[in-house]
């Protein structure tokens, strides 16, 4: 059901976008520099398109300038999920030793079991 919605959606989107382009067929100048600056340098920087390409690429260029800068600007939350796994990992392997070694002394004295432990005790 879902994929059908989705194709109605993206036919709709095309069909706007189609009728866009058929109603902004016409030719527009474009020009990078201004005038006298152009006629200084002795360069050509007009071009002349159809404004609908113009529509197209202005929403193209905002679009992905407004992903970035939302990729920026969630990089902190990244950072600190990758550190929580980071840590979760880290402290799931030390359970994982831990529950070894208690498995491994469990038939044993308590007292015995802490007089056979490597690690110094530590009291508080």
Request: one cysteine or more.
């Amino acid at each position: 059901m879902i994929r059908y919605v989705k194709l109605l959606f993206m036919l709709c989107v095309g069909s706007v976008l189609i009728f866009v382009a058929i109603a902004n067929r016409g030719l527009v100048t474009v020009h990078l520099l201004p005038t006298e600056l152009a006629l200084w340098l002795d360069v050509d920087t007009s071009i002349s398109l159809p404004l609908f390409l113009i529509i197209f690429a202005a929403m193209t260029i905002g679009l992905i300038l407004g992903f970035v800068w939302e990729w920026l600007r969630e990089h902190r939350y990244r950072a600190d999920a990758s550190r929580a796994k980071r840590d979760a990992t880290k402290l799931s392997r030390e359970l994982e030793s831990l529950k070894g070694a208690a498995r491994a002394k469990e038939g044993q004295d308590d007292i015995l079991a802490l007089l056979d432990d490597d690690k110094p005790l530590r009291l508080g």
